[in-house]
């Protein structure tokens, strides 16, 4: 079996704050493979952009690792230095964060920002490092790349902001790209582009992609794998076809059935009951039961694992033990 490019295994992270500990991230495992799309999804307060900057080691200063391994070719990113990971980020690895507008600093040129990445992670400097800040900007797909590069984040679009954000990540032709919400500040034409292009770059040079975001729709035709988080655990994961036509848990369920259809406009969305749940005084059992329409008494006191469904799917929900024991009665 070969080695996998990124390895997390039972990932603990919490926020220390004056009303307590808040475990954002509570035991979470995936694997990643040269080349692999994989999509994180979850609403707000999953975990799902903390373990994202986990990986990164980009937490708050109330943030810290608590347990567990991130794995970079077999090597536990978790125990190296500040410095050994400011090699790791760019190089390796970079991330796209949501809002491009406060991602860029305003008073500094596209150029300038541009070029201080490449000559940070790479060995060009001055002509060479300017040919490169354009060859990524064409590489985006941005036009006048000349006159795009004096120009500041204002003058530009939010489309073309973000493009700009993809043009640093891919500055050192890294193995590993994050990309968080990458589209939430984008209405939904340029949402299409940007994805489109993501997906265009990564075929193109052969990096993984792991895409963090709350909407299964826009994700539909681009993962490999989903990996489904709430409370801070994967309640669900699989291949992009089993988790769209075969979802296994609740939660899942109910995200699904938030996405508008287009084949029937008349179709009411069915949105998922309740709020989302009180991460400094998690449930005892599952976290999705407050607010799961086919909840059992083991679901308030007991944490389901995960059952294999088949070879691409998981699921964490006591309905599928439930249905496991009644079929083999029923026998």
Known sequence: MSEKLLSVQDLHTSFFTDAGEVQAVNGVSFDLDPGEILGIVGESGSGKSVTAYSIMQ?????????????????????????????????????????????????????????????????????????GRVKELLELVGINEPEKRMKQYPFELSGGMRQRVMIAMALACEPDIL?????????????????????????????????????????????????????????????????????PHHEYTKGLLRSIPSTGNMKQKLVPIAGTPINMLNLPKGCAFCPRCDAAMKICLTQVPQELVINSDHKAACWMNVKAAYEEVSAK
């Not at 040129?109 to 990445?117: D, F, N, R, V, Y």
Request: charged fraction near 20%.
């Open 178 to 246: 994050i990309a968080d919400e990458p589209t939430t500040a984008l209405d939904v034409t340029i949402q299409a582009q940007i994805l489109e292009l993501i997906q265009d770059l990564q075929k193109k040079m052969g990096m993984a992609v792991i895409l963090v975001t709350h909407d299964l729709g826009v994700i539909a035709d681009m993962c490999d794998n989903i990996v489904v988080m709430y409370g801070g655990r994967i309640c669900e994961r699989g291949t992009a076809r089993e988790i769209f036509y075969h």
């Open 58 to 130: 980009i937490l708050a200063d109330t943030g810290k690792i608590t347990g567990g391994k991130i794995l970079y070719k077999g090597q536990d990113l978790s125990t190296w230095s500040e410095r050994q990971m400011q090699s790791f980020r760019g190089k390796n690895c970079s991330i796209i964060f949501q809002d491009p507008m406060t991602s860029l600093n305003p008073v500094f040129t596209i150029g300038s920002q541009l070029k201080e990445a490449v000559v940070l992670h790479t060995t060009r400097r001055g002509a060479e490092a300017d």
